[in-house]
């Protein structure tokens, strides 16, 4: 019998999932959940037949160039996909998957927080309550924004979006969005659809972003796209801070274009742009979308499901590239 594959596991992974790897491959686990350096990683999988990362593990083409002749999938532990040179992968016929569904409904109960959270100004309640300065109750203290029967605009209508587009319908609100191609009637579940970001956005009380960070959407949510958001609008952002300009967004939360801001994903994370904290009417989340032992469980088995096929021959489900 041949031996079992040898995986690098990127980052430490929930219990169960690192039993199921330990039963069926020869694991090379993270035990202290150490963030790999670039040199770490390529010497980790010097004699390794799979990695699977993390969206913290970036595979430049740099590093991928280094993965020995054996290494030959990527079985990665996440959904998105742009901490990995997908070109380079297939340049060197490494197979590269994902893991989508899974974390769809945890992810939109997150952009539901960011939104609230945003809308109701949650971080401030919060604050204000642990310094011990709320004194007292007035008609006019930390009103916000209400969003019932408001309009949800979503930007990525897919997995997650249309998700946390049926969330929204819970409070009412009327959904809008854009998509490359617009969805079928039973998927659109009554959604507006706009042919282009421009046209949907003047109709957006809340933008949700649940588009991927490809290197067309980078920095998508810019000024000038800022400036097409009716007055006071809120943006939520769970999907990745490379498509939000930054220091547009602070500009457009300072100025009060924009209501608020609830994100959950930024440039650089986890060394956030420190302007951030001295703007109030901005909520943050430190990426925790996926964040819940239920789905970080089934991140790891989709995971193990698309090595299990690729080491028995068989066509992984969530190939991307
Ligand atoms: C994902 O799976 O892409 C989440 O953002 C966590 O990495």
Redesign the pocket.
């Known amino acids: 019998m041949p031996d079992k594959p040898i995986v690098v596991v990127g980052r430490k992974l929930p219990e169960a999932v690192e039993a199921r790897l330990a039963r069926d491959y020869r694991p090379k686990f993270n035990t202290d959940d150490r963030l790999y350096t670039a040199e770490e990683l390529t010497a980790l999988c010097a004699d390794a037949d799979a990695i699977m990362p993390?969206?913290t593990e970036h595979l430049s083409a740099e590093v991928i160039a280094q993965l020995p002749d054996s290494l030959k999938i990527i079985a990665n532990f996440?959904?998105?996909v742009d901490h990995v040179d997908l070109e380079a992968a297939k340049g060197r016929g490494i197979l590269v998957t994902n893991?989508p569904d899974v974390?769809s409904d945890a992810t939109a109960e997150i952009a539901m927080l960011c939104m609230l959270g945003a809308a109701r100004r949650a971080s401030e309640g919060d604050r204000l309550v642990r310094a011990g300065k709320w004194k007292t109750w007035s008609p006019a203290f930390m009103v916000g924004t209400q969003i019932t029967g408001k309009r949800f605009g979503v930007i990525g209508m897919g997995r997650v979006g249309r998700i946390a587009a049926k969330r929204a319908r819970g409070f009412d609100m009327e959904i809008h969005y854009t998509k490359r191609r617009r969805l079928d009637p039973a998927q659109e579940a009554g959604a507006i659809y706009h042919a282009s970001v421009e046209d949907l956005l003047p109709h957006c009380d809340v933008l949700s972003l649940h588009c991927p960070a490809t290197p067309e959407n980078l920095d998508l949510i810019n000024a000038a796209r800022l400036a097409l958001l009716p007055d006071g609008a809120i943006l939520v952002n769970t999907a990745r801070g490379a498509i939000v300009d930054e220091a547009a967004l602070m500009a457009a939360l300072r100025s009060g274009k924009l209501a608020a801001a609830g994100l959950d994903v930024y440039k650089g994370e986890p060394h956030i742009d420190p302007a951030f904290f001295e703007i109030e009417n901005v909520f943050l989340l430190p990426?925790i979308?996926?964040a819940t032992a239920q789905t970080r469980d089934a991140?790891g088995f989709r995971a193990l499901d698309n090595l299990d096929a690729f080491f028995a021959g068989r066509a992984p489900h969530d190939r991307v590239a």
């Open positions: 993390c969206h996440s959904v998105g893991t974390l990426h979308g996926s991140m």
